[in-house]
């Protein structure tokens, strides 16, 4: 069993920046392709952004592209998401998810286990 703990979400004015953290309990975190997906107030969860197991690729949703950097450290067990220009309608719980599978893909059915999330609020 893995499990993800993430933080650094908050309140941020809109065009602002935060930084979200996944820390994993797993010895093997660095088999695992890491994704972040959000999940708007009476919307449904979707894919943002997910990283390879060696960190040398990346996948991102295209509203987010250019904004948006998923990156990892294999040797702290953890995943980031830095975030700028931050716009209102991205207000959203943000989880972070592995995927045991080895590939790349943004199909949540791939990533069997996830955090619990945290809470980004943009302003505007």
Request: glycine share 10%; proline share 2%; with cysteine.
């Amino acid at each position: 069993q893995v499990q993800l703990v993430e933080s650094g979400g908050g309140l941020v004015q809109a065009g602002g920046s935060l930084r979200l953290s996944c820390v994993a309990s797993t010895r093997t975190f660095s088999t695992y392709t890491m994704a972040w997906f959000r999940q708007a107030p009476g919307k449904e969860r979707e894919f943002v952004a997910a990283i390879f197991w060696s960190g040398g690729t990346t996948y991102y949703t295209d509203s987010v592209k250019g904004r948006f950097t998923i990156s990892r450290d294999n040797s702290q067990n953890t995943v980031y998401l830095q975030m700028n220009s931050l716009k209102p309608e991205e207000t959203a719980v943000y989880y972070c998810a592995a995927n045991p599978y080895g590939d790349l893909r943004d199909s949540q059915i791939r990533y069997l286990y996830w955090g619990q999330g945290t809470q980004v609020t943009v302003s505007s």
